[in-house]
């Protein structure tokens, strides 16, 4: 089983929706959780820490479910600059980081 | 100030030659880590520095790897004998609390 496992998609969603993604990991120890996005020819950048009380930031939701061992990422009316790739990432032990790799959204206007 | 840099941007080289990426991290990071992305692939982890010690080096994929960062601050990642499979983006990031900033990226072309 993959340390880190997501859909790769792609996810074709009409602007103004709701869509989300879900990202399950393997290694219990794990401790922190991520989302970052990462435009096409562009490097990775932190979207949101995910925290064990679930976060928001906007239109953007983050939860963690440790008994499941599952993180996901919900984005309210989507723009069509949401459109990008998301990566789960999972922080294990102290300092090993690793990426899934990665949901493609598609933005439809 | 400044980001994550790193040079050069696009190298192509011939199968069997030696190449070096280097990184210059943010002022400041003592963590620093070099990834490599295949089309379609998330970041893959290489190796991680903490000051100027490789603290995780699992994820280098032979011996033909090697990075060093001698003064706890710039990194060059060596590849020695270069294979076409070799090919991808080459990604440095240095961390503060977490949060990891990446630079550009080097894109590895062996022909």
């Known amino acids: 089983r993959k340390e880190v496992e997501q859909d790769p998609g792609p996810f074709n969603v009409p602007e103004g929706a709701t869509v989300a993604f879900n990202c399950t990991y393997s290694n219990s120890a794990s401790q922190s959780f991520f989302w970052y996005r990462q435009d096409c020819r562009k490097e990775p950048k932190l979207l949101m820490s995910v925290y064990s009380s679930g976060n928001e930031d906007g239109r953007f939701t983050a939860q963690l479910n440790r008994a499941s061992q599952y993180i996901s990422l919900l984005i309210r009316d989507s723009k069509l600059s949401d459109s990008a790739t998301y990566l789960c990432?999972?922080?294990?032990?102290?300092?090993?980081?690793?990426f899934g790799k990665g949901t493609r959204l598609h933005i439809l206007p | 100030g400044a980001g994550v840099s790193q040079t050069p941007s696009n190298k192509v080289t011939e199968k069997g030659k030696y190449v070096e990426l280097r990184c210059d991290p943010i002022?400041?990071?003592?963590?620093l880590y070099w990834y490599r992305q295949s089309l379609g692939q998330g970041p893959e982890f290489l190796i991680y520095f903490q000051g100027t010690g490789a603290a995780d080096d699992s994820g280098l994929p032979n011996d033909r790897f090697f990075a060093v960062r001698p003064e706890g601050s710039v990194s060059t990642l060596k590849i020695q004998r270069t294979e076409r499979g070799d090919s991808a983006v080459y990604l440095c990031?240095?961390?503060?609390?977490?949060?990891?900033?990446f630079g550009p990226g080097t894109r590895l072309t062996v022909l």
């Open positions: 002022s400041g990071h003592t963590a």
């Open positions: 990432v999972v922080k294990v032990g102290t300092d090993k980081i690793i």
């Open positions: 990031a240095s961390s503060y609390r977490d949060t990891q900033y």
